[in-house]
């Protein structure tokens, strides 16, 4: 069966230290992946977003993440974390051959992050 | 950018009632509805897949005839709880996404208590 999985579901680092997510999926084709952000009360909000090229995606607020298709993962990376950042993080998963697959998204089940001033 | 606005925040509703939920796309037109529910510390689920105009299609293990899905517009889609029981207390999600683009615009949520 398809699936999303993040390893680290509660994070607490301490501003400026550097922050690594993971994100490993389980499909079988072409897959188009994502991290979403969702800050108190809010609703999610798109980090970034990779459906070809260049497998270093640059996202918002000074996240990227990194596509290994051998290792089917999807890095979530910020080198200097900010209080600003306490957030949920979420990777997520569609299948498609290009960005207009319109399929649903399948999302991991989050990663708590709390950043401490 | 593209804006989902999802009412109510918060429900609280009586055993037995129903209750409905509103997405309205602001800014563009949403081709496609995604619904989702959200369980304390966990993922979202995909609940549903609305097209304007069609019948919704919904994930295996969801009552199609209790999470009633209306998408008669595109700038609006319903979810509709009926018959609300204390296990469908939840976070429900709605996501948007427009003819050829390559986004999906979330509602802030719905949290329903159901006592």
Not at chain 2, 15 to 43: H, N
Not at chain 2, 94 to 99: E, H, I, P, T
Request: charged content about 15%.
């Amino acid at each position: 069966a398809q699936s999303v999985s993040q390893h680290n579901h509660h994070v607490i680092l301490s501003e400026a230290a550097s922050l690594e997510l993971g994100c490993n999926y389980s499909y079988g084709g072409t897959v188009n992946l994502f991290w979403y952000v969702q800050y108190p009360g809010q609703h999610l909000q798109l980090l970034l977003k990779y459906f070809s090229g260049d497998p270093l995606v640059k996202g918002i607020k000074g996240f990227e993440a990194e596509f290994i298709k051998s290792k089917f993962s999807f890095n979530l990376r910020k080198p200097s974390v900010q209080w600003s950042d306490t957030a949920e993080y979420f990777c997520a998963v569609n299948e498609g051959e290009n960005s207009n697959s319109g399929y649903a998204l399948n999302f991991g089940k989050g990663t708590s992050l709390l950043v401490t001033p | 950018g593209a804006v989902v606005s999802q009412h109510p925040s918060r429900v609280i509703c009586k055993s037995g009632t129903s209750v409905k939920i509103e997405c309205r796309s602001l800014d563009f037109q949403a081709t496609t509805m995604f619904w989702y529910r959200q369980f304390p510390k966990q993922s979202l689920m995909l609940m549903a897949t609305s097209n304007e105009g069609s019948k919704a299609t919904y994930e295996q293990g969801v009552e199609k005839d209790k999470f009633l899905i209306n998408h008669a517009s595109l700038t609006l889609s319903t979810l509709t709880v009926t018959s609300a029981h204390p296990e469908d207390s939840s976070f429900y999600i709605c996501s948007a996404r427009g003819a050829g683009g390559d986004g999906y615009t979330f509602g802030s949520g719905t949290r329903l208590t159901v006592v």
